[in-house]
């Protein structure tokens, strides 16, 4: 009796946990579809690559287990280490304001929880992403590795300085904050590159401002009122 049933029992039990995980998988799609119309699409957003992507990128997979249920809602969620992964929709604002073409390389300054690179690496060629905090960096390439992002290249280190030996880029985006947008990411933009970028004070209120590189210089225009977490120096 026992010699059949305890096959059959583990069979069970089994199956119950797929069904239950798939049936979780099924509600975040629904979640998933829901943000992308509501916050996206309703706010204004309509470059349709950047809305395929955000329809497709599983952002639960990048929030820490305990907030996962709250992955699709409309807002910033704590990461660990005092740090947040941004709200869906500056994600896909930020990511439109690019206008990013397929065989583009873009730099990112605050990889976070991974999920705006693995947004980025659906769209163009390589992605290569600074993050100050080392926990939080080795658990992003972590989570790209799992879901087979392979274009997706994670430096630990301090963002004021960009990436030397992979520059020029076509695009840069920076999703935290500094008092002013550092020289070098100026000097590692391809003529005719777009950066989005907050700038402000800590604590402050801050202005995402995009700009295109023309002739050397940044033609800057402030597109709205936005709070990121601080752009802090490797000696704060
Ligand atoms: N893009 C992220 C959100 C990042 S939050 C995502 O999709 O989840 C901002 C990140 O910037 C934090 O992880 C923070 O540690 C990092 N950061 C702050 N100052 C930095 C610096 N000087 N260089 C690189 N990363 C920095």
């Given at each position: 009796m026992?010699?059949?049933?305890?096959p059959?029992f583990?069979?069970?039990?089994l199956?119950s946990?797929s069904?239950c995980?798939a049936?979780?998988e099924?509600?975040?799609?629904?979640?998933?579809e829901?943000m992308?119309?509501?916050?996206?699409i309703?706010?204004?957003?309509?470059?349709p690559?950047?809305?395929?992507v955000?329809?497709?990128?599983p952002?639960?997979?990048?929030?820490p287990r305990k907030?996962?249920?709250f992955s699709?809602?409309?807002?910033?969620?704590p990461?660990?280490?005092g740090?947040?992964i941004?709200?869906?929709?500056?994600v896909?604002f930020?990511?439109?304001a690019?206008?990013?073409?397929?065989?583009?390389?873009?730099?990112?300054?605050?990889?976070?929880?991974?999920?705006?690179?693995?947004?980025l690496?659906e769209?163009?060629?390589?992605?290569?992403?600074i993050?100050?905090?080392?926990a939080l960096?080795k658990?992003?390439q972590e989570t790209?590795?799992?879901l087979?992002?392979k274009n997706?290249?994670?430096?630990i280190g301090?963002?004021?300085k960009?990436?030397p030996?992979?520059?020029?880029?076509?695009?840069?985006i920076?999703?935290?904050a500094?008092?002013?947008?550092?020289?070098?990411?100026?000097e590692?933009?391809?003529e005719?590159?777009r950066?989005?970028?907050?700038?402000g004070?800590?604590g402050?209120i801050?202005?995402?401002?995009?700009?295109?590189?023309?002739g050397?210089l940044?033609?800057?225009e402030?597109?709205m009122?936005?709070?990121?977490?601080p752009?802090?120096s490797?000696?704060?």
């Amino acid at each position: 009796m026992t010699k059949i049933c305890y096959p059959l029992f583990l069979i069970l039990i089994l199956l119950s946990f797929s069904t239950c995980s798939a049936q979780e998988e099924m509600d975040f799609t629904r979640l998933r579809e829901a943000m992308v119309n509501r916050q996206i699409i309703d706010r204004g957003v309509n470059d349709p690559n950047v809305i395929k992507v955000m329809r497709k990128v599983p952002r639960h997979l990048f929030v820490p287990r305990k907030n996962r249920a709250f992955s699709y809602d409309d807002h910033p969620l704590p990461i660990g280490e005092g740090q947040t992964i941004s709200q869906p929709y500056i994600v896909a604002f930020m990511t439109e304001a690019l206008k990013l073409k397929p065989g583009e390389r873009v730099l990112e300054i605050g990889t976070g929880s991974g999920y705006q690179a693995a947004v980025l690496a659906e769209l163009i060629n390589e992605v290569y992403s600074i993050e100050i905090i080392e926990a939080l960096g080795k658990r992003a390439q972590e989570t790209l590795d799992k879901l087979g992002y392979k274009n997706v290249h994670i430096k630990i280190g301090d963002g004021h300085k960009g990436w030397p030996q992979k520059a020029p880029f076509d695009a840069i985006i920076v999703t935290c904050a500094p008092e002013q947008i550092p020289r070098p990411l100026i000097e590692q933009l391809k003529e005719g590159g777009r950066i989005i970028i907050p700038v402000g004070r800590k604590g402050a209120i801050q202005k995402l401002v995009r700009a295109v590189k023309r002739g050397g210089l940044l033609k800057t225009e402030d597109v709205m009122l936005v709070r990121f977490v601080p752009m802090v120096s490797g000696d704060d």
